[in-house]
């Protein structure tokens, strides 16, 4: 069975912090792996990584993914409050559907 | 901008009625989702539809139907509401590209539905 697992669950740092956000999957046939970010309502599209990008970036925030090991991560560097949401990665299935992990809760102090 | 458009934010229900949750795309997204998100949980896929006139059940269909007559419209329907079906529900849509999960999906702000 397709599966996401994200680590840690929540985390709570300060401003200018940098953060790790974990993620390993298992997968039959894989084709995709997603990050989501979720504030109060829709997850909103951060990057997606396949078999030909495995290395993402976008200003502070970047990804990378690792085939062989079966694992994810997302940075962020000098962490805003704006930062504060849910994370969420997500495997893509061979349905064109989403399976998803349970995300992290990132809480930014000023 | 529209992307997703969900119908409506709030509903309360009582046990065992029923209600129709709206969901219209005008990006002209072939591929549409259903899912549901528990309290700290992820999301999970209820349906799907590839284009009009074909959907597919998800992980978690049991209690819901839906139908697809549109490109635009895909609504999904709750025919005799359980306390289990306390959820948001979160519609979106995506391009079809030729692999189907190579395309990332575009999600409405969420219904939040409780039954009681």
């Known amino acids: 069975e397709d599966k996401v697992v994200q680590s840690p669950l929540s985390l709570v740092v300060h401003e200018g912090d940098t953060v790790t956000l974990n993620c390993s999957y298992e997968v039959t046939n894989f084709r995709s792996l997603l990050w989501y970010k979720q504030e109060k309502k829709a997850p909103t599209f951060l990057f997606m990584l396949t078999s030909s990008g495995i290395e993402k970036k976008s200003g502070r925030l970047s990804s990378i993914l690792d085939k062989k090991e079966l694992f994810s991560i997302l940075n962020i560097t000098a962490t805003q409050t704006g930062d504060s949401a849910v994370y969420l990665c997500v495997l893509g299935g061979s349905q064109g559907n989403l399976i998803f992990g349970k995300g992290t809760k990132l809480s930014v102090k000023p | ?116």
């Open chain 2, 1 to 116: 901008n529209a992307g997703v458009t969900q119908t409506p934010k709030f509903r309360i229900l009582k046990i065992g009625q029923s209600m129709t949750l709206q969901c219209t795309q005008d990006m002209n997204h072939n591929y549409m989702y259903w899912y549901r998100q528990d309290p700290g949980m992820g999301l999970k896929l209820i349906y799907y539809s590839v284009g009009a006139g074909i959907t597919d059940k998800g992980e978690v269909p049991n209690g819901y139907n839906v139908s697809r007559s549109t490109t635009e419209d895909f609504p999904l329907r709750l025919e005799l509401a359980a306390p289990s079906q306390t959820s948001v529900y979160f519609c979106a849509s995506s391009a079809w590209t030729g692999d189907l999960s190579n395309q990332p999906q575009h999600f409405g702000d969420g219904t939040r539905l409780s039954i009681l």
